[in-house]
Every structure is written in C-alpha cells, then in structure tokens.
C-alpha cells in the first residue's frame, strides 16, 4: 500500500464528514463486494489506527518500553476487530428481525464499513495526541452520517419506515461505537 492509497483514505474519510449524502449515493453506485471494501479502505485504516496507538503509547512515556507499546496496539487492533465483525453480524439480525431487511452481508458490510471511519480516524488522532481528547466528542456526528446512510443504502427508512429512521440510526450507532470500546475495555482489564 503506497502513500496516495493512505492519501485516498483520508479523502474519503472527508468527503463523508463533508458530504455524507453524495458520499452515499457513490457507494450504493460502485456496489463494491465486502471483500473489496474491507481490502482497499478498513484494514489499511484499521493498520494505520494500530499504529497510531503504538506510537501513541511510545510518545507519551518518559522511557520507552516495547511491551507497552505493542500491548497498546495489540488491544486496539482486537478491539476494533472484534467491534467491526460483530457489529455487522448484530445489524444484519436486528434489521431482519425488526423491518424484515433481507440479510445482505456485502450490503452491511459497506454500511458498518464507512460509518465506523469517522470514529477510527479520531482514534488514530487521539492515540497520537493524547491532549486533543476533546476530539472525541466529534463522533456525534457519525449519527448523521448513519442517519444519511439509512437513506442511502436502505430505501425502505424513507418510505414506510421513515418513523423507525430514528430508532435504527441509534442501533447502528450504539453497535458501532459501543461494541469496540466494550471489547477494548474488557481486553484493557484482562491485560492487567
């Protein structure tokens, strides 16, 4: 992976953060398999997170230690995995039961994919500038970039579900953001 795919990343990781609607709508056009998308944008991401975190955890001591650094890196590559997979698998069974949304996994997928950009680029940056926390607070917004995506890639919340739109924007919320800091605070405890 060279500089300009990183580059392109970070591109993409904007355009969502500025035009989140149009930013959808070439998603659900480019109908990219889950394999593409978690090759060519999540795992380059989530890689660029861990070591953000490993770098993080070597900057903000006095005296190096390569142990705590690479547990650091190892946690949050865990965490954000684990969070990652399993709240796909959560959203694919929660729209199936509750508005009977067919179980597309590629479909998730590109949905949990970009939603959850937002969150790991504030995380590298946190991980590397421990003082800019307040960045934090910034994931709020990824609720109307899942509030955008829902209209997107889910016609069905525009139509006769515009009322659930609410409801589900705060599941996929939950899901995504919950899940890896509940993974990276039960693994955070079992590494004591």
Do not use: H
């Not at 659900?28 to 944008?41: D, G, R, V, W």
């Not at 965490?79 to 990652?84: I, S």
């Not at 790991?120 to 990824?142: G, R, T």
């Amino acid at each position: 992976m060279n500089r300009f795919e990183f580059l392109n990343i970070g591109r993409i990781i904007l355009r969502f953060i500025c035009t989140p609607w149009m930013m959808w709508k070439q998603v659900e056009a480019e109908q990219k398999e889950a394999t593409t998308i978690q090759l060519e944008f999540y795992y380059p991401l989530l890689a660029f997170v861990t070591v953000a975190a490993f770098c993080g955890a070597w900057f903000s001591v006095d005296d190096f230690v390569f142990a705590v650094c690479l547990k650091k890196s190892v946690l949050t590559l865990s965490a954000f995995l684990a969070g990652y997979f399993l709240s796909i698998l959560t959203l694919i069974e929660i729209f199936a039961r509750l508005w009977n949304i067919e179980r597309n996994y590629d479909l998730f997928v590109r949905f949990v994919t970009y939603s959850s950009s937002l969150m790991l680029a504030i995380k590298s940056i946190v991980s590397l500038f421990s003082s800019f926390f307040f960045l934090l607070l910034a994931n709020v917004y990824a609720a109307f970039i899942i509030w955008e995506g829902l209209s997107v890639l889910f016609p069905v919340f525009e139509d006769e579900l515009k009322k659930q739109k609410v409801k589900a924007t705060f599941i996929v919320f939950a899901a995504i953001y919950i899940y890896p800091n509940l993974f990276e605070g039960c693994l955070n405890y079992l590494m004591k």
